[in-house]
């Protein structure tokens, strides 16, 4: 019997140089079915030639690239990579025995590393359809968490091209913790960044959140097409990013008084921690700033407000946002 659920996403270390395919050695467990393809760049001869349907050769390739997102439930262990191929800066530092920390910051760029990723599907007869894309950058990563399910993330990446002749790789299968909702905790008041073996956070606990999502834009420049005979893009560099998020929250006392900042046009501290076991993701947030009014709803039903907020660079604060991940992974 086929068995069509060993489709495989498989990822690189960063590539050196800029599309050149790397080594397939991390295996990652994707959710749904990816909307990963190549993608040409067709157009169509203006000339003009006779008869009553267009000329084969009247059509021909300008340029082409690859796109991609894919969903997934956030994990510590393994997904390093992405997460730094996001951010741009990590360090890794030993905390106990078996125990690491992963820092991520975001960096000034120019570049976000590069990855080679493949995807392979099944064909009806259970061999495989094996498709590799080169020169891939992340351009947004969302996470998401609601009261019912567990953490997941979103990556968005653009590609420089694909190719069908690289075999398909076999690395190691990993089952690591994923995040439920029963290991989701908020905070907010007086900030502690993170250092290299302890974790960021903040002074209040804050009850009542319901769902909760945050999401960096890369802002990449992904149409820098040069006339080197290729029909390629160059490697895109990062522009300016925007971060943005939601919550969605009980309209308790302690959320109803954040009412105060929006009218004040004063940021908040928020820091989102999950965890389960040893394995933990901790995003600290030193300045948000609501960015729609947090009106709760006054219809009879149970009170609910809506917090739309972006992350801002507080100026003395050492960074913007810090994801710091505690994992088995002596590497990113």
């Not at 080679?116 to 968490?145: F, P, S």
């Amino acid at each position: 019997m086929t068995v069509y659920r060993k489709a495989q996403l498989m990822i690189s270390a960063p590539e050196s140089p800029y599309g050149t395919a790397a080594t397939l050695d991390r295996w990652l467990p994707y959710q749904g079915n990816p909307s990963v393809d190549w993608t040409p760049n067709d157009e169509e001869s203006e000339a003009i030639y006779p008869g009553p349907v267009a000329m084969d050769s009247g059509s021909y390739r300008a340029t082409e690239a690859a796109v991609g997102s894919i969903d997934f439930e956030t994990k510590a262990k393994g997904f390093g990579r992405f997460h730094k191929a996001a951010f741009g800066n990590a360090v890794v530092t030993l905390v106990s025995a078996g125990l690491y920390q992963h820092n991520f910051t975001l960096s000034d760029g120019p570049y976000l590393d590069a990855l080679t990723m493949q995807l392979a599907r099944v064909m009806t007869d259970g061999t495989m359809d094996v498709h590799t894309y080169l020169g891939c950058v992340i351009n947004t990563i969302e996470w998401k968490m609601d009261n019912q399910g567990t953490l997941t993330e979103t990556i968005e990446f653009d590609g420089r091209t694909m190719s069908t002749v690289i075999a398909i790789g076999t690395p190691t299968v990993i089952y690591p913790n994923r995040f439920p909702f029963a290991g989701f905790s908020v905070s907010t008041g007086v900030v502690t960044e993170p250092t290299t073996i302890l974790l960021g956070g903040c002074a209040t606990p804050i009850s009542g959140i319901k769902s909760w999502s945050l999401k960096i834009d890369n802002n990449i420049q992904a149409d820098d097409y040069r006339g080197d005979g290729t029909g390629l893009k160059a490697q895109p560099p990062i522009q300016q990013r925007k971060i943005t998020g939601t919550m969605e929250a009980d309209n308790t006392p302690t959320i109803a008084a954040l009412r105060t900042n929006w009218k004040a046009n004063t940021g908040i501290a928020f820091n989102w921690n999950f965890i389960n076991g040893t394995d933990q993701m901790n995003f600290l947030a030193p300045y948000c700033r609501l960015t729609s009014p947090p009106t709760p709803n006054a219809d009879g039903q149970f009170p609910t407000v809506t917090l739309a907020y972006e992350v801002r660079k507080l100026a003395s604060a050492s960074q913007a946002l810090f994801l710091s991940a505690r994992t088995g992974d002596t590497l990113v």
